[in-house]
């Protein structure tokens, strides 16, 4: 299955070794699946962006659901990368789970939970998927000796999921991290000259979260 980057980066907060996705890497993922939405937009032609604002392009709606609700916010006036990613990220979750569920790639077990960060549980049927997303993300890192030289939407995989939170370190941990961090000032340098304004309002978006506990105003 061709993923779209907002399912990459859902899939890139499971941890193998716990066996589950864990609470901790869910409180951000919203805003992180409305930045990769706005950025397939932007690759796709759909979307505009000056380093401030964003402004829809084109007359035909993306056929990607989730895509086509985030291009239908531009519809009536450009609009800042805040907005955009922080405002709604506590409804980007369930346009992408419905995705993934009807691909068969992950179940939605209903049940009551003490969690406010959602009311179903999570369980990965297809681990194949998420473990070629995250080798992807771990040899884009670790190998790449040049980002400028990759396509963008490979570029925005390791910058979506990794910005401002080290508790992603499913994929790359601490150390890793430190060990490859000129190659991942790279990454984000080559994608703020491509989409300039949007990394710095998921990191904005993170960092004012943060303070309660991940949830929204």
Not at 46 to 61: H, I
Not at 179 to 206: C, M, Q, W
Request: with cysteine.
């Amino acid at each position: 299955m061709d993923l779209t980057l907002p399912q990459q980066i859902y899939l890139c907060a499971y941890a193998f070794e716990k066996g589950k996705f864990p609470a901790t890497l869910l409180q951000f993922r919203g805003q992180r699946l409305r930045a990769a939405a706005l950025v397939e937009l932007v690759l796709a032609g759909q979307a505009e962006a000056d380093g401030r604002q964003v402004c829809q392009r084109g007359d035909l709606s993306p056929t990607d659901p989730f895509l086509a609700s985030v291009w239908e916010e531009l519809r009536r006036k450009p609009k800042r990368w805040m907005p955009l990613v922080h405002n709604a990220a506590h409804r980007a979750e369930k346009p992408v789970e419905d995705q993934l569920t009807a691909a068969g790639i992950i179940e939605k077990k209903a049940g009551r939970t003490l969690s406010l960060l959602g009311g179903s549980k999570v369980v990965l049927r297809r681990e194949e998927e998420a473990r070629a997303v995250q080798q992807a993300l771990r040899t884009l890192v670790t190998t790449t000796p040049a980002p400028s030289t990759l396509p963008l939407t490979q570029v925005a995989l390791p910058v979506i999921a990794l910005e401002s939170d080290a508790t992603m370190g499913v994929v790359l941990d601490r150390s890793e991290r430190r060990k490859y961090k000129h190659a991942l000032e790279e990454f984000a340098k080559t994608f703020d000259r491509e989409i300039p304004g949007l990394r710095k309002a998921l990191s904005n978006s993170v960092l004012s979260s943060r303070s309660v506990g991940g949830g929204w105003s």
